[in-house]
């Protein structure tokens, strides 16, 4: 059974109406019975009185119960929404030697090429380009961790030449590809363990941003997973990102800018992408992030890319609970992820 098949309870329901949260587009409808009408729980409409709620499983039930679809939110276009973004990822996956552009993969879904782009950006975080480019980094990632030369691994990806491979990877893996595959080489990271009120906490750096924020870890786990980087501690260019990243942590939630050096294959990128969307003092379920990158059938995968993260609170993993709403697991223990959620709730 997938996310998707699992009922809804009528409390979390309307929690997700409350919160117009897009995850449960397509899990259930609700009908306003003072209206007549049916929509999505993303419905920007004003919010019903509860008591004229009544959630149904889909349009179907909806309509055989006399209700009709808001025009606002088009609650019955949900599964066709779906569909094509099944369609498309189908397309996209299935040949790695031929991309489909975007008036193809409309064609194909029967959408005009502006409205497929939408719909298929808030199903899956990107645009159908985005994933594609995405796809081809994480290859050529995969390639490098296996040994393949740089120029073979980028080829390799799909990439006809190597500044396309630089240009589709700028900002995202941060390190260039030899520096990745041979575990920091040539690359200078400053960092420092701090103390904090939540304990002692690793913080570490390259030019471009954080590449690790963790707690109890020091020199010995960073060598680890940068071996052939030259490990710097302490520096006066890192004390004003330092001083950042702690008062991030002291005060999780408010809204700073920190550049991060993180990398991940597409999935992974595409779940802490999500996470940080998440608004502070809020959570979500594995299940929910699944859903929300597009893949609902992948909440273990969901919950193996949250554990991936190398960034604690600045990529904000610890707002992702479990479904039933107990707390979950955190790689630096569950008080600590309590106290940051309290925190940030106020």
């Not at 992030?289 to 600045?314: D, H």
Request: hydrophobic share 40%; with cysteine.
């Amino acid at each position: 059974m997938t996310v998707l098949d699992t009922p809804v309870s009528e409390d979390r329901a309307w929690q997700a109406v409350q919160s117009r949260d897009r995850t449960f587009d397509g899990r259930f409808v609700t009908g306003v019975l003072t209206t007549g009408i049916y929509c999505r729980p993303s419905c920007s409409a004003r919010h019903p009185r509860r008591e004229n709620v009544r959630f149904f499983p889909d349009a179907g039930e909806a309509e055989q119960f006399g209700l009709r679809a808001c025009m606002r939110c088009r609650p019955n276009d949900v599964s066709r929404d779906e569909e094509a973004v099944t369609i498309a990822l189908r397309l996209l996956d299935s040949d790695e030697e031929r991309t489909p552009g975007l008036a193809e993969l409309a064609e194909a879904t029967g959408y005009s090429p502006t409205h497929f782009q939408r719909v298929f950006k808030r199903a899956v975080g990107l645009s159908p380009a985005e994933y594609l480019r995405a796809k081809r980094v994480a290859r050529a990632g995969d390639a490098l961790s296996s040994g393949a030369s740089v120029t073979e691994a980028i080829y390799e990806a799909g990439f006809g030449a190597s500044s396309r491979f630089y240009e589709a990877s700028e900002g995202r893996l941060g390190m260039t590809p030899s520096a990745w595959r041979e575990g920091g080489r040539g690359v200078t990271i400053h960092w420092a363990v701090v103390p904090t009120s939540l304990g002692a906490m690793l913080v570490a750096a390259t030019g471009k941003g954080v590449c690790r924020l963790s707690f109890e870890e020091g020199c010995e786990e960073l060598a680890a997973r940068f071996p052939n980087a030259e490990l710097v501690e302490g520096g006066s260019d890192f004390a004003h990102l330092l001083a950042s990243v702690v008062a991030a942590v002291e005060q999780p939630g408010q809204s700073r800018v920190i550049p991060l050096d993180v990398q991940g294959t597409a999935f992974q990128e595409a779940v802490w992408r999500e996470l940080q969307r998440i608004p502070a003092g809020e959570t979500r379920s594995y299940a929910q992030i699944a859903a929300a990158v597009g893949k609902p059938g992948a909440v273990r995968a969901a919950g193996s890319a949250n554990g991936a993260n190398n960034v604690a609170v600045l990529i904000p993993c610890h707002r992702v609970i479990r479904t039933d709403g107990s707390i979950g697991g955190y790689a630096y223990g569950e008080e600590i992820k309590r106290e940051l959620l309290k925190r940030e709730r106020g």
